[in-house]
């Protein structure tokens, strides 16, 4: 099931026949003064092979006893396919996004048949025995962290009786972005909207969560006492579709937020190129937050007022909407210019989720409430491991075949961000 991977380049020759050894101009032997080497990149397709456990059998001449060596441990007792089936299988739907039924049609070109129940029991053992404790881990830490993102967006499910499908969410959260630091994100499943999903998660946490302005989050920032700050790439895509839809008013407005994105841009460059530590960019962004970015916050909400009452704004209009937006989230989107670790906008999380939606465009629909909860999870072990840099097939495999013999006191060991940096 693995492609090899060749570390190094297989070396081939072609050399001259000797026919064409000699000059053609004074006919004198030539001599070999080097060599043109070219390199053509070439694939091995992906193999199907058995491993055999021969283990020889000794018996007491009396009949007393008869023994072999401990067989390897496998997946489950009796299981009839490694740990590498079972990463490959987790890997090639929640990180390539191929539905079963085309990997059923890959291991028929190989010249095996695995039915679609058997990857789908497959998956759900690498969820019970590998994602669910894990995950336990990484939203323990996660809640340790002072900011999180937090985004959602919807995915049809197919109802338990079979008669229909109903919208359930896929709920992503994430730590904040920082140089040298590793990324953690997780993406839960719910079948509603509703605000039970961040209660629920946040229970007991208090810091400063970046959302949009979904109201779902409110209660739980009143009761736990967080800080709510805004995104401003989602008032930014409101007034682009009332630019859109016609309303030629608010293209100043448009202008000074994307002024905004341009104050930060140079610090971030900064910060990708290695150029600014996290305490550099802390300072550097309060100076330049407070020189530049507050004149242009307060010139913001001004226009945006002037633009709310005007006769022509309508409330309903693709521009009153935006306006609106700008004027219920003053206080969030106004966060970031007292707190200088918060960025301006929400898009790690939508990112995160992004990659949840490429999946949707081939697999269509959840096929029921338990398919998402198993999708969601297995999703956040290969994008943590996408984020961290390390191979999700690689890690699926590996731990798979170590997580029942950690001790729940070292299961921090197996995130994919610890895993990934024990073999930096």
Known sequence: LHGTKHSFPTRRS??????????TTCGK??????????????????????????????????????????????????????????????????????????????????????AKQSMWDMLVRVDELVAQPVLAQMRQELLNEHVLHADETPVTMRLEDGKGTKN???????????????????????TSRGRDGPKRFLEGWSGTLIADGYTGYDEVVRENGIVRAGCWAHARRKLKEALDAGSEAVAPLLGMV???????????????????????????????????????????????????????????????????????QRAALAAFLE?????????????DLRHLAVGRKNWLVFGSQRGGEVACRLYSLVLSCKQCGADPEAYIEDVLMRVATTPASEIASLTPWAWQAARA
């Open 168 to 190: 359930g969410y896929a709920w992503g959260w994430r730590n904040l972005r920082r140089p040298g630091a590793p990324s953690r994100a997780l993406i839960e499943f719910r």
């Open 14 to 23: 072609s050399d001259l026949d000797e026919a064409h050894r000699d000059c």
């Open 29 to 114: 032997a030539l001599r070999r003064i080097g060599e043109e080497v070219t390199e053509r990149a070439g694939i091995v397709p992906a193999k199907l092979f058995v491993k055999r456990y021969v283990r020889p059998k000794y018996a007491c001449p009396d009949g007393h006893c008869v023994r072999a060596a401990e067989l390897p441990d496998s997946v489950i007792d009796g299981g009839k396919y490694e740990a590498s089936v079972y990463a490959h299988v987790a890997t090639a739907k929640y990180s390539d996004h191929l539905p079963l039924h085309r990997l059923q049609g890959i291991f028929k070109r190989y010249g095996i048949a695995i």
């Open 258 to 328: 994307q002024e905004l994105f341009a104050v930060e841009r140079p610090l971030n460059e900064r910060v990708r190129a290695g150029e600014l530590e996290w305490d550099a960019l802390l300072e550097e962004r309060r100076c330049v937050r407070a020189d530049k970015s507050q004149p242009l916050v307060e010139a913001i909400h001004a226009e945006a007022l002037r633009l709310e009452g005007l006769r022509a704004t309508l409330p309903k209009s693709k521009l009153g909407k935006a306006v609106c937006y700008l004027r219920n």
């Open 339 to 351: 707190d200088p670790r918060l960025p301006i906008h929400n898009n790690d999380a939508e990112r």
